[in-house]
T-cell receptor, first 112, second 110 residues
Framework: NAGVTQTPKFRVLKTGQSMTLLCAQD?????MYWYRQDPGMGLRLIHY???????AKGEVPDGYNVSRLKKQNFLLGLESAAPSQTSVYFC???????????FGQGTRLTVV | QKEVEQDPGPLSVPEGAIVSLNCTYS??????FMWYRQYSRKGPELLMY????GNKEDGRFTAQVDKSSKYISLFIRDSQPSDSATYLC??????????FGAGTRLFVKA
């Protein structure tokens, strides 16, 4: 019963460094999402995917890239980290449109 | 104006109290409504899902949707210290985009 698993759980980066956040789901869901959560801002959609090999921009995509090479995995990349990307990142998945999302436990990223 | 407005709190109540959490939304096209509970340093987990106006009850929790006033509520009866968490409302129009409120922090004191 793993559900949605995110790796890593914590990370500290220096400005300009790159990293990849990994999300894996074992529920055979078609749709996957990356959100960031900041105090007072709620959850904001970064990128999403409606199936293997497809990705699309969300509300705040700048500075991030994603890939969905396998149905169960959704990767979020930061090419050149900035302090403004300090946040908690959540991956989520749904079986289809309009369904409630299953969330991972989050990745707490600090960029110094 | 945000599409979904939610009072961030914090809201502090004694154990056993009835808690009322509320959100307003601006888009009349929104069709489905959800409440998530998020414990500290954890991911949100679904609490309630409704697709229409009216009430939906699940144990101590009741979700209420009033589409005419664009108002959604979550009521918690006989609140427990274990209910202390942040509650997020969410809504959408049926596409891929779900809009989340900023969350209300709730503290239930024993």
């Amino acid at each position: 019963n793993a559900g949605v698993t995110q790796t890593p759980k914590f990370r500290v980066l220096k400005t300009g460094q790159s990293m990849t956040l990994l999300c894996a789901q074992d529920m055979n869901h078609e749709y996957m999402y990356w959100y960031r959560q900041d105090p007072g801002m709620g959850l904001r959609l970064i990128h999403y995917s409606v199936g293997e090999g497809t990705t699309a921009k969300g509300e705040v995509p700048d500075g991030y890239n994603v890939s969905r090479l396998k149905k169960q995995n959704f990767l979020l990349g930061l090419e050149s980290a900035a302090p403004s990307q300090t946040s908690v990142y959540f991956c989520a998945s749904t079986p289809g449109q309009g369904w409630a999302a299953f969330f991972g436990q989050g990745t707490r990223l600090t960029v110094v | 104006q945000k599409e979904v407005e939610q009072d961030p709190g914090p809201l502090s109540v004694p154990e056993g109290a009835i808690v009322s959490l509320n959100c307003t939304y601006s888009n009349s096209a929104f069709q489905y409504f959800m409440w998530y509970r998020q414990y500290s340093r954890k991911g949100p987990e679904l609490l309630m899902y409704t697709y229409s106006s009216g009430n939906k009850e699940d144990g101590r929790f009741t979700a209420q949707v009033d589409k005419s006033s664009k108002y959604i509520s979550l009521f918690i009866r006989d609140s427990q210290p274990s209910d202390s968490a942040t509650y997020l409302c969410a809504t959408g129009a049926g596409g891929f985009k779900t809009i989340f409120g900023a969350g209300t922090r709730l503290f239930v004191k024993a």
